[in-house]
């Protein structure tokens, strides 16, 4: 079973990049990543799955340009805010967790302007 959400994991992340340069992120691809880190995300685990960090480091990667991380941004506010029990702390701490270096933060009050 493992193996099997990897490999939907990796198809999801080639799905959204074309060879040699990075493609527009969806929301749905979005939506996708961050609902494999719900359990974190709500304080019911003290960690990031796999599977979630996996999925975090697809999306940063993928939105490289400017116009990707302000679109990405707007989704990412958008997935979060459906998340009523959202834990701000863990919701900063997530990027950080994940190994994520200069990524776009996840929260609830992002700026997707800069």
Request: with cysteine.
């Amino acid at each position: 079973m493992e193996m099997i959400k990897l490999i939907l994991l990796v198809a999801m992340a080639y799905a959204f990049i074309e060879p040699g340069r990075a493609a527009d992120v969806s929301c749905t691809t979005v939506d996708s990543a961050i609902s494999t880190c719900g359990q974190y995300l709500i304080g019911m685990a003290t960690a990031p799955t796999v599977e979630c960090c996996s999925g975090i480091n697809s999306i940063h990667e993928a939105a490289s340009s400017a116009q990707a991380r302000r679109e990405t941004c707007d989704c990412i506010r958008q997935t979060v805010a459906m998340y009523g029990d959202l834990s701000d702390q863990a919701a900063r701490t997530l990027t950080g967790k994940c190994g994520v270096k200069a990524g776009i933060p996840i929260s609830r009050d992002i700026d997707c302007s800069r």
